[in-house]
C-alpha cells in the first residue's frame, strides 16, 4: 500500500479526507440516514434496521466515531450513538467556499 504524503496537504484538507473517507461505504451512509431518523440508538437497532451482522455494524460505527461523524454516550452496558453536531461545520463551511468560488465562474 503507498504512503498517502499527508503531511504536504493542510490540516483542513487531511480532516475532510478523513470525513469524506468515513462517508465513502453505504453502509455508513445508511447508519447516518438511520441516526437523523431516530436521533440516538444503541448498536443493537441499528442490526435490527440494516442488513448486516452486529461485528460489522460495530466497526462501520467504529469508523464514523473516529472521524467525529458519531458520538456515543455508555448508558447501562450499551453506547448509545447519535450525530455529532460538529462535522456539519466543516461541511458547510467547505460547501460554502466552494459555492462562493463558483458563483462569478462558468466554464
Same mark, same amino acid.
Given at each position: 500500500? =503507498?504512503?498517502?504524503?499527508?503531511?504536504?496537504?493542510?490540516? /483542513?484538507? $487531511?480532516? %475532510? +479526507?478523513?470525513?469524506?473517507?468515513?462517508?465513502? *461505504?453505504? +453502509?455508513?451512509?445508511?447508519? @447516518?440516514?438511520? %441516526?437523523?431518523?431516530?436521533?440516538?440508538? @444503541?448498536? !443493537?437497532? &441499528?442490526? $435490527?434496521? #440494516?442488513?448486516?451482522?452486529?461485528?460489522? &455494524?460495530?466497526? *462501520? #460505527?467504529?469508523? %464514523?466515531? $473516529?472521524? =467525529?461523524? &458519531?458520538? !456515543?454516550? @455508555?448508558? !447501562?452496558?450499551?453506547?448509545?450513538?447519535? @450525530?455529532?453536531?460538529?462535522? %456539519?461545520?466543516?461541511?458547510? /463551511?467547505?460547501?460554502?467556499?466552494?459555492?462562493?468560488? #463558483?458563483? $462569478?465562474?462558468?466554464?
Amino acid at each position: 500500500m =503507498g504512503t498517502t504524503k499527508s503531511e504536504f496537504f493542510s490540516d /483542513e484538507q $487531511n480532516k %475532510l +479526507a478523513i470525513l469524506f473517507k468515513a462517508l465513502s *461505504h453505504p +453502509a455508513r451512509v445508511a447508519i @447516518i440516514a438511520y %441516526l437523523l431518523k431516530v436521533d440516538t440508538c @444503541i448498536c !443493537g437497532d &441499528i442490526v $435490527n434496521e #440494516l442488513p448486516l451482522a452486529q461485528p460489522t &455494524i460495530s466497526q *462501520h #460505527l467504529k469508523e %464514523l466515531k $473516529n472521524a =467525529g461523524i &458519531i458520538k !456515543g454516550k @455508555i448508558e !447501562g452496558n450499551a453506547i448509545c450513538y447519535c @450525530i455529532d453536531t460538529k462535522f %456539519l461545520k466543516v461541511f458547510e /463551511e467547505y460547501f460554502s467556499n466552494i459555492r462562493s468560488s #463558483l458563483k $462569478n465562474k462558468c466554464c
